[in-house]
């Protein structure tokens, strides 16, 4: 096949191709389709697709030197084609040279940066946009056209061919389709992703909260007008509006659960679940399961993926109690999500990313349990308010007697 003939794309297959491209529910589905699909015909080199994310390897960027915003590039995120100089070389690699393009940098980045296409009709004849031109010889590549995915204005990315014949203006116009209907495709899928992860997170919220109202008592609230409890009171509005971390300390019996679900009703965070975990009932080899969740098959037994608490707790708080009872060599894992809000799941290499408020409670006296390496410093000051409790709340007597008008008063409503 020579430079100088051309193609088209068969209308039934382009129908085909936008119909599909409707229908993906996810993002890597999308692309596959995408890039797979066009390398089918037999004039393309090569397909690839890169989507406009968070800058992620500053530091060992090729082409670090070219780079002027490192807050944000481009992404390799598709990629198929086949080299006729080496059948071995693999061109579905995501992991390359061009792994990654500065915005502005060089073709890929400026049609980002600019919003604009870049079109290299006959390679031969112009090929100020080719970097490597003994590559784009040896290979054949005649034709090169580079597109920006903008979806309402904003460009998510790039989609780019190279062909082994030049490219003609009607082909430009069926690229200009593909381009605009990837563009709103993904957006789509996004959306749907975006759903699912929703919808995951609600299943899992209710969850927790039916085993959580299961185990809520009838005297959920505060009962009582003593001096120390009013005075705990105080605390509790003074710092539960507040997105700061507490430590509750105070003997078993002296209502630790209680201030801290009062915390969570009373803090901006009330309308998303409060989730408990008992630091003292969780098995050593299970602590990082329970707390980040795990992927299906990260370990014998692990049947289904697991949320974790972290996970169904995220824009919520979490109540972690008896927290001295978490093993020394255990706390680190912890406090890394306390400075840097993110975690991974058992048998996954993903980041994710968590906003929880935490409210820790012990009955032991934790600073002195720092001084006895039995627990982190740096863990100890992640809270930045302590509240203690006593069981000087009042007199049991005079407690009890309000209790039993308020327990009279909820069942006369019924």
Same mark, same amino acid.
């Given at each position: 096949m020579t430079g100088k003939q051309n193609f088209h794309f068969k209308n039934m297959e382009l129908q085909s191709l936008l119909l599909e491209m409707g229908e993906q529910r996810s993002t890597s589905s999308l692309f596959r389709l995408i890039v797979n699909r066009l390398f089918q015909f037999d004039e393309v080199s090569l397909v690839r697709i890169w989507l406009v994310k968070k800058g992620d390897i500053c530091s060992s960027c090729l082409m670090l030197k070219e780079c002027q915003q490192s807050h944000r590039c481009l992404h390799l995120v598709a990629s198929a084609g086949r080299s006729v100089v080496n059948k071995d070389e693999d061109w579905?690699?995501?992991?390359?040279?061009?792994?990654?393009?500065?915005?502005?940098?060089?073709?890929?980045?400026?049609?980002?940066?600019?919003?604009?296409?870049?079109?290299?009709?006959?390679?031969?004849?112009?090929?100020?946009?080719?970097?490597?031109?003994?590559?784009?010889k040896r290979e054949g590549i005649n034709g090169f056209a580079g597109h920006p995915m903008q979806f309402h204005g904003e460009v998510l990315g790039v989609l780019a061919v190279f062909t082994k014949t030049q490219i003609t203006q009607p082909v430009l116009n069926e690229l200009n389709i593909i381009t605009n209907h990837s563009a709103t495709a993904l957006a789509n899928a996004r959306a749907f992703e975006k759903i699912e992860e929703l919808t995951k997170q609600l299943k899992n919220e209710n969850k927790y909260l039916r085993e959580e109202l299961s185990e809520v008592s009838l005297h959920g609230e505060f009962v009582g007008h003593s001096?120390?409890?009013?005075?705990?009171?105080?605390?509790?509005?003074?710092? @539960?509006? &507040?997105? $700061?971390?507490?430590?509750?300390? %105070?003997?078993? /019996?002296?209502?630790?659960?209680?201030?801290?679900?009062?915390?969570?009703?009373?803090?901006?965070?009330?309308?998303?679940?409060?989730?408990?975990?008992?630091?003292?009932?969780?098995?050593?080899?299970?602590?990082?399961?329970?707390?980040?969740?795990?992927?299906?098959? @990260?370990? &014998?037994? $692990?049947?289904?993926?697991?949320? %974790?608490?972290? /996970?169904?707790?995220n824009n919520g708080t979490l109540f972690l109690d008896e927290v001295g009872e978490i093993p020394l060599e255990l706390q680190a894992q912890l406090l890394r999500v306390l400075q840097e809000g993110e975690y991974e799941r058992v048998g996954e290499e993903k980041v994710r990313k968590v906003n929880a408020r935490i409210i820790a409670a012990s009955n032991r006296d934790l600073l002195k349990e720092v001084k006895a390496d039995r627990f982190r410093e740096d863990l100890y000051f992640r809270s930045t308010y302590f509240l203690s409790l006593s069981r000087r709340f009042g007199s049991a007597k005079r407690t009890l007697s309000l209790w039993l008008i308020t327990f009279c008063n909820v069942h006369s409503s019924v």
């Open positions: 579905s690699r995501l992991d390359g040279k061009f792994s990654r393009f500065p915005m502005g940098c060089r073709k890929v980045g400026h049609i980002a940066a600019s919003g604009q296409p870049v079109i290299v009709k006959s390679v031969p004849e112009d090929s100020k946009w080719i970097i490597d031109k003994g590559w784009a001096a120390a409890l009013q005075r705990i009171i105080q605390q509790i509005d003074l710092v @539960a509006p &507040t997105e $700061a971390n507490v430590l509750i300390q %105070g003997e078993s /019996g002296t209502g630790k659960e209680l201030v801290a679900r009062e915390l969570h009703r009373r803090s901006n965070r009330s309308s998303k679940p409060l989730i408990k975990v008992n630091c003292a009932s969780i098995p050593k080899e299970l602590f990082a399961s329970e707390f980040f969740g795990h992927a299906k098959g @990260a370990f &014998t037994g $692990a049947h289904t993926y697991r949320e %974790g608490k972290f /996970g169904a707790a």
